[in-house]
């Protein structure tokens, strides 16, 4: 057969083989942990069966396929380990916390005694090298498994109508759902550790960055508080996970979750408006987040709380403060880098900044993306009155040197994010940047002309840009917003399905569209948008605002 390895086309096989067969010194030799590999741009388990004219490709776990692998397995390991020595308990996978996943326990308390004996455990299973078997069966085989084992791991494939059988994975006589391809022993997550932490414990592993050795841990004692806050509220709306949101959805379309997530959201917006209205010397709002996370409806809803405080928001973009087309930086590429802060002209901006708090008129630039150059027409004067303040939304506005000449008691600084804390199931969480991606398609389509795989082929760069400028900065925030909807992947996947099923298996994006596509069919679609309010943030991306965008 004739096989196209990364890229280039090796020689003929006489017999068929599974991937691990044909590149087992690649797999052994590697020191980035080869983990899986993508055949003809889907991603398989490397005990895959060649076909003559495949196209195979290694995965590691510097690649953000590989990375999830290797998560999926050091969380199933974890899960066998506690299956084994605390068979009772009852985990929650609740979010991603700097190289490490956050887990917790319902019925017992995390002790340093429990996680010895549960890392030691662990190690065992490790060095056992045991295998992980992929078992399928038809939906009737499941019920009646699922009913004589009384386990609920896995049961939810069941109410999935597009699945037409029920996966789980075993290793020994344990079992459990992942979702998504899993290494095929448990040798191959021989760097871990688990570490107890706040009320529960945290899953480490490597970065993708530097795969040999456990990434470095870095508290965010804001960005974790936020998503306790929002955790515990989904507990108290009993919805924190798929079955619980479509069991809502069954009862009313979804009417109750709409109006009680909105609700959170304008409470939340309203008691940042009065966070900043009680701090007098407050002259300057700044908000940054990632993409999609909802900043431009943010910016004019808090605008709104604002002016009920006896403030005015006066807006203004970093847009237009770019440096001249000459001076601006180049990327590693030798492109022009338009998302370093040192793209922006600090001099001016800050100059202008610092006048306007000192009541002075200034003339704002407009600048010529055609020519490079800022430019002023005698018209565009901006004064700052006494009951008004100026609100920044930029990717740079929790970084200070985007404001340096501005003290510290004249600004608010506000991170926003969509961080949802709903899960698949107890073990399988849904990532934020997977939705934030989600709202971005739909967006990106009915705004922009963009087709999904355009989004998807952009989603790495913008990445990229958001974890130099942008994350290493959130606990620099005075308040961090959370705009996720518990129920808007109900309503964003009946629009992200269809743009997604476009891409064709020939494209390198297709292993992800399907990714996204099999979790997504796991919701039941919000049929009746009436209830979502023409100001909600997720107008932004489905249309119907009342605000102008």
Sequence with gaps: MKIIYQGKEVGMVKDIKKVIDMFNDNVKLSPKHVIACKCNNEVKPLDYIINEGDEVEILDITSKDGMMVYIRGAL???????????PKAQIIVNFQLSNSMFCEIDNMEVTDEVIEKVRNKMLEIVQKDLPITRKQMTKEEAKEFFEKENTLRGILQLSNEEKKEVTLYFCEDYYNYFYGVMPLTTGYIDIFDLKKYKTGFLVRYPSRS????????KESKKFLATLNEYNDINSLMNVKTIYHINNRIEKDDGRELILTSEALIEKKIAEIADMIAKKKNIKMVLIAGPSSSGKTTFAKRLGIQLKVNGLKPVTIGTDNYFVERKDTPRDENGDYDFETIDALDLTLFNDHLTRLINGETVEMPTFDFKVGTKRYNGKNFLHLAEDEVLVIEGIHCLNDRLTSSIPKENKFKIYISDLTVLNIDYYNRISTTDTRL????????NYRSYSALDTLARWPSVNSGENKNIFPYQEEADAMFNSSLVYELAVLGK??????????????????AKRLVSFLEYFKPIKDESTIPNN??????IGGSIFEY
């Design 495 to 512: 629009y992200a399905i269809p743009l997604l099923k476009e891409i064709g298996k020939d494209k390198k994006e297709y292993s992800e």
């Design 438 to 445: 989600i709202r971005r398609i739909v967006r990106d389509y």
């Design 210 to 217: 530097n795969p040999t050795e456990l990434g470095e841990f």
């Design 536 to 541: 909600s943030l997720l107008r932004e991306f």
């Design 76 to 86: 199933y390991i974890m899960a066998k380990a506690f299956h084994e020595v605390y």
